[in-house]
Structure formats: structure tokens, C-alpha cells
């Protein structure tokens, strides 16, 4: 499809009717980005849904667009208010408590990773990991999982084999004998990036 043919479906079938040549091909060239409303009109002319045109949605506000769900929506299924939702979607911080949350994971279908990067619950997650590695992970199972909305079941694989290597790390640091060039810095380290260790144990 040539340039004026995707604006002309735009123009035609989705009242887009600004859009031109010159906008279809900015949006290709990356020297220009469509808003939300002309990226569902572009999805649309093109026979696609609107994920397929973005990269990976990391905002708020991408992954409602990802997903072809309208703010009103998102504020129905939250039991938020529009203007309240609205306000954390132009904020890039969303501030909903525990229940509403859970909704927005449901509502945006997140995955694990995205739904802890959305809500801002990185900081939580990475010392439930920190306890679960250092001391019993057993013990920590039931918080994550609860907290990342998955099965305990998912958890017992990744969580074991963290604590194996981070208490690895440990005994070669205490060791005098083998000869190890580890140190207490490779301990710390792990536990400082101890959010991608997990995430790298847990499939898409």
C-alpha cells in the first residue's frame, strides 16, 4: 500500500480526516509519532491490531493503547474515576492500592514483568527476592506469588535455583582453600540485579 492509500482508509473508514501522505509517511521514517486515536485509525486501515504496529509497551498509557482498550474502560474495571485514571496515565505513575491493582493487571492483561513495572512494584519484589535467597525462599513463596498475581507452583523452580546460586557465591567467598577468586562484591552484585536473575527464570 502506497502512502495515500493508508491515509485515504484512515480519511475514509476512521474520520481521520487530517491525516495525509505526509503523515503516514513520518510515522514510517520515525520523524513522527501518531497519537492514540491515529494509531487505532492506522491499525485499522492497515488490518492490524495496534501491539503490532508499537514496540514493547512499557507506560501506562502504552499498554492501554497496546491492548485497543479505552480510558473509560480502564477506569470501569479499576473502580477508578476517568479524571483519576487519566491523571496517573498523564503522570506515567500509577498509584491505585493492592485491589485495584490486581484489576489492572486483569483489565491490561500484564504479564508478571509488566504488571511489577506498571504498578511500581519493583522495589517490593526485589527484597521479597532478597529474603527469599538468603534466607529460606520456601517462606517467601506465598508473599511473591501473591504479590505478582501467578501460581506458588511457578515460583518453586526459579526461587531454588537463585538460592542456590547466590548461597554458592557465599560458600565461595568464605572459602580459603579452593583457591576462588570470589569475593563479598559478587554476592552483593547478585543481589543488586537479583530482579533480572528472576525475570530471566520466568518465561514471557
Known amino acids: 500500500m502506497a502512502h495515500g492509500h493508508v491515509a ?25 509519532l501518531p497519537d492514540p486515536n491515529e494509531l487505532a485509525a492506522l491499525a485499522g486501515a492497515l488490518w492490524c491490531h495496534p501491539r503490532e504496529l508499537m514496540g514493547r509497551p512499557r507506560t501506562l498509557r502504552e499498554h492501554r493503547i497496546a491492548q485497543g482498550i479505552a480510558p473509560e474502560d480502564v477506569a470501569r474495571g479499576t473502580g477508578l474515576s476517568l479524571d483519576a485514571y487519566l491523571r496517573m496515565e498523564e503522570a506515567g505513575q500509577w498509584s491505585g492500592d493492592s485491589r485495584q491493582s490486581a484489576k489492572l493487571g486483569s483489565v491490561l492483561r500484564l504479564p508478571p514483568r509488566d504488571f511489577v513495572a506498571v ?7 526485589a527484597r521479597l527476592l532478597t529474603e527469599a535467597v538468603t534466607t529460606r525462599w520456601q517462606a517467601h513463596v506465598r508473599a511473591i506469588a501473591k504479590l505478582l498475581s501467578v501460581e506458588r507452583k511457578e ?20 572459602s580459603r582453600a579452593g583457591g576462588t577468586t570470589a569475593s563479598g562484591e559478587d554476592g552483593r552484585r547478585y543481589l543488586e540485579e537479583i530482579v533480572d536473575h528472576f525475570w530471566a527464570r520466568i518465561p514471557e
Open 8 to 32: 485515504y482508509g484512515m480519511r475514509a473508514s476512521f474520520g481521520m480526516a487530517h491525516v495525509g501522505p505526509e503523515h503516514v509517511e513520518a510515522w514510517e521514517r520515525g520523524s513522527a
Open 119 to 125: 504498578t511500581g512494584l519493583e522495589g517490593e519484589l
Open 155 to 174: 515460583l518453586h523452580k526459579p526461587l531454588d535455583s537463585m538460592c542456590q546460586e547466590y548461597q554458592a557465591l557465599m560458600a565461595a567467598t568464605l
